[in-house]
T-cell receptor, first 110, second 115 residues
Framework: GQNIDQPTEMTATEGAIVQINCTYQ??????LFWYQQHAGEAPTFLSY????GLEEKGRFSSFLSRSKGYSYLLLKELQMKDSASYLC???????????FGRGTSLIVHP | ETGVTQTPRHLVMGMTNKKSLKCEQH?????MYWYKQSAKKPLELMFV???????ENNSVPSRFSPECPNSSHLFLHLHTLQPEDSALYLC??????????????FGQGTRLTVV
């Protein structure tokens, strides 16, 4: 089985940088996803990491360390619209479908 | 708009009622999923369909009954539910279910309240 841990809630200021961490323990590992979910809306795909290192996509970057069972999502130049829940999901060996964490609710204030 | 449409968006039902949730995708995907999202809990996978065949059932109680008549449509039939079944039910689709790193496209969900 899997154990995925991420903070429940974070707050940050508009224009700042925030890092949302996710740790996982899996029996086998085949990649880590990040999804964004605004209140009352569908989760939308942000990133997928399978190799160690940082992948950048505009204001959002995702990092993975397989040896440490650790990932983070980095959001730069925060905007009010970035207030949302950020879901970490890890793929376990033997299953193509990832298991989700509880999500981190990010509140961006002026 | 993600290309996955769920209806209804909100549903209130009594414990003795029978209702159905509907999901539709026109993305040409072969795999469809039902997830349950409860407050303060992780997204829970319920069912997976690949090419209209159920490939996974995550120990879901029989009061939830899925149906996939074709690769574009997925239903979740509900009967004799319990108040603890109140949650957001999310449908998702992906190009296939048997490839690493496949992105899932989610619908906006049906907010279900069992009274």
């Amino acid at each position: 089985g899997q154990n995925i841990d991420q903070p429940t809630e974070m707050t940050a200021t508009e224009g700042a940088i925030v890092q949302i961490n996710c740790t996982y323990q899996t029996s086998g590992f085949n990649g880590l996803f990040w999804y964004q979910q605004h209140a009352g809306e569908a989760p939308t795909f942000l990133s997928y990491n399978v190799l160690d290192g940082l992948e950048e996509k505009g204001r959002f970057s995702s990092f993975l360390s397989r040896s440490k069972g650790y990932s983070y999502l980095l959001l730069k130049e925060l905007q009010m619209k970035d207030s949302a829940s950020y879901l970490c999901a890890a793929g376990e060996g033997g299953s193509y479908i990832p298991t989700f964490g509880r999500g981190t609710s990010l509140i961006v204030h002026p | 708009e993600t290309g996955v449409t769920q209806t209804p968006r909100h549903l209130v039902m009594g414990m003795t009622n029978k209702k159905s949730l509907k999901c539709e995708q026109h993305l040409g995907h072969n795999a469809m999923y039902w997830y349950k999202q409860s407050a303060k809990k992780p997204l829970e996978l319920m069912f997976v369909y690949s090419l209209e065949e159920r490939v996974e059932n995550n120990s879901v109680p029989s009061r939830f009954s899925p149906e996939c008549p074709n690769s574009s449509h997925l239903f979740l039939h509900l009967h004799t539910l319990q108040p603890e079944d109140s949650a957001l039910y999310l449908c998702a689709s992906s190009p296939q279910s048997n490839e690493w790193g496949t992105e899932a496209f989610f619908g906006q969900g049906t907010r279900l309240t069992v009274v």
